[in-house]
């Protein structure tokens, strides 16, 4: 068993602070251990003999041989006391302790000396700041909450203790039992992924579900739970959607991302599903823990009543679900065991005078039904049928079929024992029949989370000392941002750009123009100007006799706005059918936990107006890249709308993945956009950059 393991099956255990003084947390603690504790535990209370009848030592040194120490004594004699532990060799601590990181300077002066006497002494160290931990195999119980926990498959991390609590007492009432439940407080030492990573491994645990308003380590969260994920379904409540004020930035992406999009592309990810609401998350858990897997998509309906099959209908078609068609010996079969006035096609309407052996009939012939990958059996209350018995039916059926059933037994009272019986069979029941398709929604996202494969981004052959050559100009300038003079970097790194270079007078102009055919496009080169075109610095459609007086224009035109702008010249650019292809965006911006944070979607300059975005953090292999092009609503537009041919897809995909590793090898670039980066049909080309470099990190 390794250490962690320990924390939640220890043999000893150290209360430090146990009291008998009504009302303490010391003493709460004490009451909660010896309730239900198959070990050992020890009060430590230099003042006492004895606290609740059990023999007390005065020092943690007094009980060496403890696998936990629980710590509930005010901050500063409280890191003594762990570092007592350390000495002794006691290797798991939960620090109920207030007074650290959310007290101000002096708390964050603890916490600091907190991490590193845990790192010295190679401590798992829970809170401090936190309600404690739960394990109901070992029957621990180290809160001081009022509540344990009945057991069950699903293991619980909360970053609130006060939502622990609420959780405990609403979960005995629907029997929803717990393995392990750990609350993390200010996670100083152990956080949300060693949780995940323990549990990934742990038999007593089929779900793993979390509260967190922060991840601390967002790139080993997610490599931890790409892992996890193929085994053990995680489902995570991230609170705080909203952000505190977007950071100013110069790139359309760093605009429009937010920490919140980087937690939704790591979660998508790492195969975490992300749950809205505490509702959501506790209807996913028991969903993932009841119920198996689908095979495919398609759901049935048994119902007897119209109405919530309707409800049914609507939300199955509102969802990555299908409704079922059935098999023709089916609708046979069905019309055989049902009446005439009975619908026999999906949703099974068996009517309201249905009893229980018509019920049965129908959903036996149903859930045999090849086509049928999951049902929802929905009844409304009937004065011939029993909810009790009916819930009794569903169960059997499920066992006997093997497909997941979820159950929207409408009512009030009524529905309370009926929904006991359910549970003991993992099915859920609902009032409303949108949040059943919910649930098997969930189970469906999970399957196919289960069955991919991680897939390593392409390495691909750049060049990198041309990069780092054009990075470097930026210590020569007034900003930090460079503009389409850095256009090479995408060249050394395999991205198409149209042929064009940068110019610093009329003549050279009109010598870059006749390198081409036809006419081009000019764009002012400034670092004053963060887009070109809002300040009217892109003419487009030049002919060659208009080259000269176009540079002209376009450097007056900046030197108006700003009249002390640096103009470094003027950039000559062959012009593209942009009317033929779609101007899609390709981003970077950098995520202060999870890294570089890759963006694609619908690109010109209404970007940040449409929002047509998605994200995903770099580095992105092959089919993550792909999976982009389908999540924009744009999506349809690349397959060719309106009787356009659809764009080259593996060229986007190219450029990607080329931009990703780019991204990746040099963390001195910020923010990066390459905005349009045009797709055609045959290719896809970037005809702007604009980049923020930090000289520090070449
Ligand atoms: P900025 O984003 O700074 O305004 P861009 O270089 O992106 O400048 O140009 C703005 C718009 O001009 C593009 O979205 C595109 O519609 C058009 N454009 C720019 N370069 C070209 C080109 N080479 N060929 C055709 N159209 C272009
Ligand atoms: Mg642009």
Not at 32 to 44: K, M
Not at 96 to 121: K, P, Q
Not at 557 to 576: F, H, S
Not at 651 to 663: C, F, K, M, W, Y
Request: glycine content about 10%.
């Amino acid at each position: 068993m390794d250490s962690l393991a320990r924390l939640f099956a220890p043999e000893t255990v150290a209360v430090v602070g146990a009291t008998d003084r009504e009302g303490s947390i010391g003493r709460t603690i004490l009451t909660n251990l010896i309730e239900g504790f198959r070990g050992a535990v020890v009060p430590v209370n230099p003042d006492r003999e004895e606290v609740l009848g059990i023999e007390a030592v005065g020092d943690v040194a007094d009980v060496p041989d403890a696998d936990l120490a629980v710590i509930a004594i005010p901050a500063d004699p409280a890191l003594e006391v762990v570092r007592t532990c350390g000495e002794v060799g006691i290797r798991n601590v939960v620090l109920i302790s207030a007074g650290f990181g959310e007290m101000g300077d002096a708390g964050t002066a603890r916490e600091r000396e907190l991490a590193s006497i845990a790192a010295e002494y190679d401590l798992n160290v829970v809170g401090p700041n936190c309600l404690g931990v739960i394990s109901t195999s070992s029957g621990l119980n180290a809160t001081f909450g009022p509540e344990f926990s009945l057991q069950g498959p699903m293991s619980f991390v909360s970053q609130s203790g006060a939502f622990v609590t609420a959780v405990l007492d609403w979960a005995k009432d629907q029997g929803i039992g717990f393995e392990h439940v750990v609350s993390l407080g200010n996670k100083t030492v152990l956080d949300e992924t060693d949780f995940v990573r323990e549990w990934g491994d742990d038999p007593g645990t089929d779900v793993i579900l979390g509260y967190l308003e922060s991840i601390e380590d967002g790139r080993a969260f997610l490599e931890t739970a790409r892992e996890v994920t193929d085994e053990t379904p995680v489902v995570l409540v991230k609170a705080g959607r909203t952000e505190a004020g977007a950071q100013a930035a110069a790139s359309h992406t760093g605009a429009i991302a937010g920490s919140d999009r980087a937690y939704d592309a790591a979660f998508e990810q790492g195969g975490v599903l992300r749950a809205e609401s505490p509702q959501e998350l506790f209807d996913y858990a028991q969903v993932l823990a009841g119920q198996p897997l689908p095979a495919g998509d398609s759901v049935a309906v048994v119902t007897n009543a119209g109405g919530p099959g309707v409800m049914s209908t609507d939300a199955l078609g509102a969802s990555r679900l299908s409704v079922a068609s059935f098999a023709d010996e089916t609708i046979d079969r069905l019309r055989e065991v049902l009446p005439e006035a009975a619908n026999v096609y999906n949703p099974v309407d068996v009517i309201g005078d249905a009893d229980l052996d018509r019920f049965r009939k129908a959903m036996d012939v149903v859930f045999a039904d090849e086509n049928v990958d999951a049902a929802i059996v929905c009844s409304a209350p009937a004065p011939i049928v029993d909810y009790d018995a009916l819930a009794a039916v569903i169960g059997d059926l499920h066992e006997k079929h093997d497909i997941p059933v979820v159950s929207c037994l409408m009512g009030g009272n009524r529905t309370r024992s009926a929904g006991a019986v359910l549970g003991e069979y993992g099915i859920p029941n609902y009032f409303d029949p949108a949040r059943a398709v919910d649930s098997l929604s969930a189970l469906v996202e999970y399957r196919e989370i289960s069955r991919r494969e991680y897939e390593p981004p392409t390495e691909f052959d750049v060049d990198r000392d041309r990069v780092r050559t054009i990075l470097e100009r930026v210590r020569s300038r007034e900003t930090n941002r460079l503009g389409l003079e850095a256009l090479p970097i995408l060249d050394a790194y395999g991205i198409p750009t149209p042929p064009g270079r940068l110019v610093e007078s009329p003549a050279e102009a009109i010598a870059a123009a006749e390198e081409t055919d036809g006419p081009v496009v000019m764009k002012v080169v400034s670092p004053a100007v963060v887009h070109k075109s809002d300040v009217g610095g892109v003419a487009v459609g030049v002919s060659q006799d208009e080259v000269a007086d176009t540079y002209d224009a376009l450097v007056a035109r900046v030197r108006q706005y700003q009249p002390d702008a640096t103009v470094l010249g003027v950039y000559v650019q062959e012009q593209v059918d942009v009317e033929r292809g779609v101007e899609t965006i390709v981003g970077m911006n950098r995520d202060p936990q999870f890294g570089p944070l890759l963006m694609f979607g619908l690109g010109g300059i209404f970007v940040e107006v449409l929002e047509d975005v998605t994200f995903r953090v770099a580095p992105v292999g092959e089919s993550e890249a792909r999976t982009m092009l389908d999540e924009i609503e744009a999506a349809p537009l690349l397959a060719g709308a309106r009787g356009r041919e659809p764009v080259d897809r593996d060229a986007v995909v190219d450029v990607l993945q080329r931009l990703s590793q780019l991204v990746t090898d040099f963390p001195a670039i910020l923010e990066l956009d390459v905005n349009p980066l045009v797709a055609t049909a045959g290719d896809a080309v970037a005809i702007d950059l604009r980049l923020t470099v930090d000289p520090d990190r070449l």
